[in-house]
């Protein structure tokens, strides 16, 4: 008999293959550690004016990356149908802009009446009501949804909406909500000026993402066959995910580099880490269960086109683009909304924006195994179903078959 091949292997060996196992699944989430720990002890680097100017190389060059390959792998058939697609977009934007200020604010509200010692600090609260304001991030929904093999038509479709409703909606929003306290004034006469942001915005929005998607597209319709044949090769795809990276190293160097988490009590802190982990995974079940709400409700003739279920291709995409929140055009819209506010007190604002939006990209790593393997099941299922259906139409026919011949033998015996 043989010798099974790990019996022959050196333990020490089978320990390093599975630890290079361990790294090569996990990398994203390891890759992330490094990029923080770069991040605190190196803030002067990759932050907002830094040496390498992020707010340029990386808010507009990795960001472009992304959306060129995007442009290059999405087909223009299903960008369109996308666009067209009403209940798509009522759910994301619904959920973005409206359920999740409204749930932010009943909490800040909670904690108001709780802690009238401020344990919790003010600027963390005006924060978070201007974090849950802002529109759904650029970049990250649309790496993850493809990773976790959801629709990425429909998260750029969502995206890009989301980002030019945003610089209209969060200002005048956030102002609304913020509570009518004496401790709030700064934030409430904040009295800045939104031109040069809406300028800012605007021209990110164009230059990083509808520039290189434009692109894309051509580059897609003039050569599809070698389009998809280099794509296949290069795994090109794959880029956009090694360029989160990039943009969580950016997001860390700005938050460690402005000195506001140091200042933050540890309440406030263990605050803002627990109650985004949370926060995040109960508005990915909220947008799951509006994407694919129980047959129950969709019952009825009149509400079968309200709650009709989305395909899981399209719900892992809403799963992605409804609970996140964008740190491109969050942070130069708090610092235009409040600039004549004391600088240490926009970067104290500025935290709930920049942890949330990191935490997100963790735990959201997380959720694309979970989507992977709920998405393969359901196809899995599909599948089985589909052969099963023709299986019993074949033997239905074939008992068709032997039932007419029966008869047409009984009709020529008689």
């Known amino acids: 008999m ?90 994301v934007q619904v959920i973005s802009f409206l359920f999740i200020p409204s749930v932010v604010l009943a909490i800040v509200h909670i904690i108001l009446a709780a802690d009238p010692g401020e344990k919790i600090d003010r600027a963390v609260l005006a924060g978070y009501i201007f974090t849950a304001c802002i529109p759904t991030t650029i970049a990250s929904n649309v790496v993850m949804t493809r990773s976790a093999g959801g629709d990425d038509a429909a998260a750029l479709v969502e995206v890009l909406l989301a980002n030019i409703l945003g610089p209209f909606v969060t200002a005048a929003w956030t102002i609304s909500l913020i509570p009518k306290m004496a401790v709030f004034d700064p934030w409430r006469f904040g009295g800045g000026n939104l031109g040069s942001m809406y300028k800012e915005v605007f021209q990110q929005l164009g230059l990083s993402v509808l520039l290189p998607l434009f692109i894309g597209q051509l580059v897609r319709w003039t050569w599809p066959d070698r389009t998809a044949l280099v794509l296949q090769k290069t795994k090109l795809p794959k880029l956009a995910t090694f360029c989160l990276l990039l943009l969580i190293w950016a997001t860390f160097s700005s938050c460690f580099a402005t000195g506001a988490l140091q200042t933050l009590s540890a309440q406030s802190i263990v ?33 079968k086109p309200i709650f009709k279920r989305m395909s899981p291709e399209e719900t892992i995409a809403v799963c992605f683009c409804g609970p996140a929140k964008s740190t491109a055009l969050g942070i130069p819209l708090l610092y235009a909304m409040w600039q004549p506010v004391d600088l240490f007190l926009k970067a104290k604002t500025s ?33 089985l179903d589909g052969s099963t259906r023709d299986d019993v139409e074949i033997v239905m026919a074939e008992d068709t078959r032997a039932d007419h011949a029966g008869r047409v033998h009984e009709h020529t015996t008689v």
């Not at 320990?15 to 390891?30: E, G, T």
């Open 2 to 91: 043989g010798t099974a091949p790990d019996a022959a292997t050196p333990r020490w060996q089978r320990v390093l293959k599975r630890i290079a196992s361990l790294i090569l699944h996990q990398w994203l989430l390891i890759g992330m550690g490094v990029v923080c720990a770069l991040a605190y002890c190196f803030p002067n680097v990759a932050k907002n004016g830094g040496i390498i100017r992020s707010e340029y190389s990386i808010m507009y060059g990795v960001i472009a990356i992304i959306f060129l390959i995007s442009g290059l792998s999405i087909p223009r058939q299903k960008l369109i149908s996308h666009a067209l697609n009403w209940r798509l977009h009522l759910i």
């Open 271 to 303: 605050f803002v880490i627990l109650f985004n982990i949370i926060l995040y995974i109960t508005l990915t079940a909220v947008c799951f269960f509006c994407s694919r709400p129980p047959r129950i409700f969709g019952s009825r003739r009149w509400s």
């Open 351 to 383: 935290v709930p924006v920049l942890l949330y939006t990191t935490e997100q990209i963790c735990v959201a790593h997380f959720f694309v195994q979970l989507f992977r393997w709920w998405h393969a099941r359901i196809v899995e299922k599909e599948d």
